[in-house]
């Protein structure tokens, strides 16, 4: 692909890109897409792009790569990803041993440091599957402050000297004298923690997620932020960096419940989509804490609930009225319960029809049955969803599996049964919970652990580039057709074909005749796309070095 320099969205500039795949309903067959400015002007076949060429300012050959709608990731932390691609980063080690030598390997490297930082680990996998004790933390770290999140960043690990910082720490719900801290003694130990993070540092790892994101072809991400998650100044200060600088588009969230019309104002003041994204109804299954109807399997409670139904529907009725999207995370079914109670309730208040034009979003929802199904597609709740989750920890020997036992498991993430009521999708990461990783996560939800939950790589793709527009209220981008913004990513693949979602024929087609845009083969195992170029706004924001 012949491309030196990179595409500007000036006004008025026209570019052409030909001799490729573009991936559009508008042709099936589309080999060429025609930028002016920021916006698609054109989708057809290379025969008609022969019109355009003398016409446009540059003229890009694709040579035979694919060109999709960049996708949007609805779930970052992107302070959080940064810190744990430039630090500490305990993800997929294998061994208690290995986790306490990397922490003491950090230390020694970093011997200026405040705080140590570190993510990632998850002793479900272990030998033995308990956590490092705080004592072997102590002595891997000489002594020193260091917070040391689960891979669900709903417990953390941590030193005595990080105790120290926190005043009446043991007094906490959710401390616990040698074990991980969860509830309001993990949030207390956090905000310690990263208040040690300079501006600086702060701003050196949002460059490092944002870039890493535009490397895997993302153009948009919806950062989750919130008073126990991240603070003020780091959103307000993610949101100027991405207006100020190339990169993906992002659309903040603040999750601080509201009760009254005057609370709005925070979120507004802050440039916020929305008071949602991590709005804590529960916590998450790893760390015990999501909240369950029955309890767990391994261990004898049933989680912990943040915000009960009339919490919700005071939260979600302020915001409606307000003209404000709401949203919650809720992964346990008593805490999705509590949503879908507290959310028809303020329907009854505020009116349904004015519910459902509001698009509140749920994060997670990992526990529903039927019923709360149904629920969110009469209350017009979108289910922003990760489907890396169940590639992670599902299946019959999975972390789901020893949380909740096989037969509850197996009704974990149901993505089929959601699009079949008509629930709007929107697929992100949780990154740093799970990778920025866009094709493995329409891989992962096309290849569910559980088959009766599978939904074609096409719905899953969809569902990852326009379904997170659509979460945000947008439904004219995220395609490529001509209007839409000019948000897209280039891709080196192999050939591309339509799967066939019933597996009692064929799994997939090259058949043009079938008239759907192909995409690239996802069968596990296989290579994934290599992202070329990525385009935001008529801008390139990221450019393979070799291509």
């Given at each position: 692909?012949?491309?030196?320099?990179?595409?500007?969205?000036?006004?008025?500039?026209?570019?052409?890109?030909?001799?490729?795949?573009?991936?559009?309903?508008?042709?099936?067959?589309?080999?060429?897409?025609?930028?002016?400015?920021?916006?698609?002007?054109?989708?057809?076949?290379?025969?008609?792009?022969?019109?355009?060429?003398?016409?446009?300012?540059?003229?890009?050959?694709?040579?035979?790569?694919?060109?999709?709608?960049?996708?949007?990731?609805?779930?970052?932390?992107?302070?959080?990803?940064?810190?744990?691609?430039?630090?500490?980063?305990?993800?997929?080690?294998?061994?208690?041993?290995?986790?306490?030598?990397?922490?003491?390997?950090?230390?020694?490297?970093?011997?200026?440091?405040?705080?140590?930082?570190?993510?990632?680990?998850?002793?479900?996998?272990?030998?033995?599957?308990?956590?490092?004790?705080?004592?072997?933390?102590?002595?891997?770290?000489?002594?020193?402050?260091?917070?040391?999140?689960?891979?669900?960043?709903?417990?953390?690990?941590?030193?005595?000297?990080?105790?120290?910082?926190?005043?009446?720490?043991?007094?906490?719900?959710?401390?616990?004298?040698?074990?991980?801290?969860?509830?309001?003694?993990?949030?207390?130990?956090?905000?310690?923690?990263?208040?040690?993070?300079?501006?600086?540092?702060?701003?050196?790892?949002?460059?490092?997620?944002?870039?890493?994101?535009?490397?895997?072809?993302?153009?948009?991400?919806?950062?989750?932020?919130?008073?126990?998650?991240?603070?003020?100044?780091?959103?307000?200060?993610?949101?100027?960096?991405?207006?100020?600088?190339?990169?993906?588009?992002?659309?903040?969230?603040?999750?601080?419940?509201?009760?009254?019309?005057?609370?709005?104002?925070?979120?507004?003041?802050?440039?916020?989509?929305?008071?949602?994204?991590?709005?804590?109804?529960?916590?998450?299954?790893?760390?015990?804490?999501?909240?369950?109807?029955?309890?767990?399997?391994?261990?004898?409670?049933?989680?912990?609930?943040?915000l009960d139904a009339a919490a919700v529907a005071a939260h979600v009725a302020v915001c409606t009225e307000g003209g404000v999207q709401a949203g919650f995370h809720a992964i346990g079914d008593a805490a999705?319960?509590?949503?879908?109670?507290?959310?028809?309730?303020?329907?009854?208040?505020?009116?349904?029809?004015?519910?459902?034009?509001?698009?509140?979003?749920?994060?997670?929802?990992?526990?529903?049955?039927?019923?709360?199904?149904?629920?969110?597609?009469?209350?017009?709740?979108?289910?922003?969803?990760?489907?890396?989750?169940?590639?992670?920890?599902?299946?019959?020997?999975?972390?789901?599996?020893?949380?909740?036992?096989?037969?509850?498991?197996?009704?974990?993430?149901?993505?089929?049964?959601?699009?079949?009521?008509?629930?709007?999708?929107?697929?992100?990461?949780?990154?740093?919970?799970?990778?920025?990783?866009?094709?493995?996560?329409?891989?992962?939800?096309?290849?569910?652990?559980?088959?009766?939950?599978?939904?074609?790589?096409?719905?899953?793709?969809?569902?990852?580039?326009?379904?997170?527009?659509?979460?945000?209220?947008?439904?004219?981008?995220?395609?490529?057709?001509?209007?839409?913004?000019?948000?897209?990513?280039?891709?080196?693949?192999?050939?591309?074909?339509?799967?066939?979602?019933?597996?009692?024929?064929?799994?997939?087609?090259?058949?043009?005749?079938?008239?759907?845009?192909?995409?690239?083969?996802?069968?596990?195992?296989?290579?994934?796309?290599?992202?070329?170029?990525?385009?935001?706004?008529?801008?390139?924001?990221?450019?393979?070095?070799?291509?």
């Open positions: 692909m012949n491309d030196p320099t990179p595409v500007q969205a000036d006004e008025g500039r026209t570019v052409l890109l030909r001799g490729g795949e573009v991936h559009s309903p508008a042709d099936p067959f589309a080999t060429a897409m025609v930028i002016e400015g920021d916006t698609i002007a054109w989708v057809g076949s290379e025969g008609a792009a022969d019109g355009f060429a003398d016409g446009v300012d540059e003229v890009v050959r694709l040579d035979g790569a694919l060109v999709t709608p960049a996708f949007t990731d609805a779930h970052v932390h992107t302070t959080a990803t940064g810190l744990a691609l430039t630090g500490l980063d305990l993800t997929g080690v294998p061994t208690l041993a290995e986790a306490l030598e990397r922490v003491g390997a950090h230390a020694a490297a970093h011997p200026a440091d405040p705080v140590l930082l570190g993510h990632g680990w998850d002793a479900s996998g272990w030998p033995g599957g308990r956590p490092p004790s705080r004592t072997e933390l102590d002595g891997a770290t000489g002594g020193r402050p260091l917070y040391l999140s689960r891979a669900d960043v709903h417990s953390a690990v941590v030193t005595t000297a990080l105790l120290d910082r926190v005043p009446g720490i043991t007094g906490r719900t959710g401390y616990h004298p040698d074990a991980p801290l969860t509830a309001d003694a993990h949030h207390a130990v956090r905000a310690a923690a990263y208040a040690s993070v300079t501006a600086r540092q702060r701003e050196d790892a949002q460059r490092a997620a944002l870039a890493r994101a535009a490397s895997m072809g993302i153009g948009s991400v919806h950062e989750c932020a919130g008073p126990g998650i991240s603070g003020e100044d780091d959103l307000t200060g993610l949101l100027r960096l991405a207006a100020g600088e190339p990169g993906p588009r992002v659309h903040g969230y603040w999750a601080e419940a509201v009760t009254s019309a005057a609370g709005l104002e925070k979120v507004r003041a802050l440039g916020a989509a929305g008071a949602a994204g991590d709005l804590f109804v529960d916590g998450a299954l790893g760390s015990h804490t999501a909240c369950l109807h029955a309890p767990y399997a391994d261990a004898p409670h049933s989680g912990t609930a943040y999705v319960s509590a949503v879908v109670e507290g959310v028809r309730a303020a329907a009854d208040q505020v009116g349904l029809a004015r519910i459902r034009a509001a698009r509140h979003r749920v994060e997670h929802a990992e526990m529903l049955t039927p019923e709360t199904i149904a629920a969110f597609a009469d209350l017009g709740l979108t289910a922003s969803v990760q489907p890396a989750f169940d590639a992670a920890w599902g299946g019959e020997e999975g972390m789901y599996a020893q949380r909740l036992g096989p037969e509850r498991a197996r009704t974990l993430n149901p993505y089929a049964a959601l699009l079949r009521a008509g629930v709007p999708l929107a697929l992100g990461s949780d990154s740093p919970v799970t990778p920025l990783d866009p094709w493995g996560t329409v891989r992962a939800a096309a290849f569910h652990r559980t088959p009766e939950h599978r939904v074609s790589a096409r719905a899953a793709f969809t569902a990852h580039t326009r379904g997170g527009w659509r979460a945000i209220g947008r439904d004219d981008a995220g395609v490529l057709v001509p209007g839409a913004p000019a948000d897209y990513a280039v891709w080196r693949t192999g050939e591309l074909v339509v799967q066939v979602p019933d597996t009692r024929v064929a799994g997939w087609s090259t058949d043009p005749r079938s008239g759907t845009p192909g995409l690239p083969d996802l069968t596990p195992g296989g290579q994934l796309p290599v992202c070329v170029r990525t385009v935001v706004g008529g801008r390139t924001v990221h450019s393979r070095p070799d291509e």
